[in-house]
């Protein structure tokens, strides 16, 4: 019986896996099933924290606003500011919001004193813990 060769389409799948695994530590860079059941758990972890990722950033922008918004003492919470940022129909996202906050907080506190305004100017809300201050900035609505 004559013998039979082999081709090369396993050794090439294998080199392709030891290409992904060479930097890992251990049997994980060498042994072909470690190799493949090391990148599986990888690529499932990085699938599973990208939605993460994105989770993690919202929190920490979230916390940032409330910070400022606490410590300028221009709203009692987050909650209030974002709904009275929503009534009137400005569109900036917590992002944005919040690399002000960490920048300029003048800018916040500008943003927050123009919706305090607007608001007290259609009379949607009482200001008996934070009377409005003086407003200079006109901020444009979208509607």
């Known amino acids: 019986m ?4 082999r081709g090369y389409i396993a050794r090439r799948r294998r080199t392709k896996m030891r ?16 190799m493949t059941q090391q990148k599986t758990r990888a690529l499932g972890s990085a699938h599973r924290d990208r ?24 709203f ?17 996202n917590r992002k944005i919001l919040s690399q002000l906050a960490i920048a300029n907080r003048n800018c916040l506190s500008t943003i927050s004193d123009a919706i305090m305004y607007l608001i ?6 009482s200001f008996s813990k934070f009377p409005p201050r003086r407003v200079s ?7």
């Open 51 to 74: 939605s993460r990722k994105k989770r993690d950033f919202r929190r920490l922008w979230i916390t940032r606003i409330n910070a400022v918004i606490r410590e300028i003492k221009v």
């Open 19 to 34: 290409l992904f695994s060479s930097t890992y530590r251990g049997a994980h860079s060498r042994l072909t099933r470690a």
């Open 120 to 125: 007290s100017q259609q009379g949607g809300m």
């Open 76 to 92: 009692q919470s987050y909650s209030v500011f974002i709904h009275n940022l929503h009534k009137q129909h400005l569109l900036l």
């Open 137 to 143: 900035l006109h901020l444009q609505r979208r509607v």
């Open 2 to 5: 004559t013998r039979i060769r």
